[in-house]
């Protein structure tokens, strides 16, 4: 059964110091250290839970005046999750497409000025990108085929504004439903992540 925004509510009450601005990215078809490659990337060592690489990807900011994003990842299934606390390299089409050669790409971001962005790429080619707060306005090869997914998510596609915001939680649900992935608050809390540095500027 499809989740929806609704189940990923707890994202922003259990993990405050991220949610307000964040990146999460799921790979198929590239390990940690592959994906690490083809951003460039610089190895730094590991990171025990999310609050961990939070203060690290915040202590990193301010070192090198933001040149530099600081990402934790770990392997779920036949995933590759990448998170990056403030960044948005994985929604970065120009960073994104050419990296997704060969692989399934699934991005959502927001910031803290509640602009976000949900990227799906297949090999290279962007199949769906939108703003989850406003996803009537979509574009990619295939701008609608996940339309009645989205509704019963929780997106908002009607005209009328929703009483209670859901588009970022909507978004790990429709993340969900491309990857088969879910993220949990202990996947969060109790992984080990490889981290690296990546150039952003």
């Given at each position: ?81 990448l ?26 971001f ?42 019963r ?49």
């Open positions: 059964m499809t989740k929806t925004g609704a189940d990923y509510a707890w994202f922003e009450s259990d993990f405050p110091d991220i949610a307000e601005a964040y990146c999460f990215t799921l790979v198929r078809g590239l390990s940690p250290a592959e994906l690490i490659s083809r951003l460039e990337g610089r190895p730094e060592a590991p990171l025990q839970g999310i609050a961990e690489v939070a203060d690290a990807a915040f202590a990193q900011y301010g070192l090198v005046d933001g040149a530099r994003q600081l990402i934790g990842m770990t392997t779920v299934g036949d995933w590759t999750l998170i990056e606390p403030n960044g948005y390299l994985g929604v970065t089409e120009g960073r994104v497409l050419p990296a997704s050669a060969g692989a399934s790409w699934v991005s959502h927001v910031n803290v000025n509640a602009v976000g962005t949900f990227l799906w790429a297949e090999d290279q080619v962007l199949r769906l990108c939108f703003d989850p707060m406003f996803p009537e306005d979509r574009w990619g090869t295939a701008p609608d085929e996940l339309l009645d997914v989205m509704a998510i929780g997106f908002h596609l009607e005209e009328e504004a929703p009483e209670t915001d859901l588009s970022s939680p909507a978004a790990f649900a429709l993340a969900e439903h491309l990857t088969g992935v879910a993220i949990t608050p202990a996947l969060l809390q109790d992984t080990t992540f490889s981290c690296a540095t990546v150039q952003i500027r």
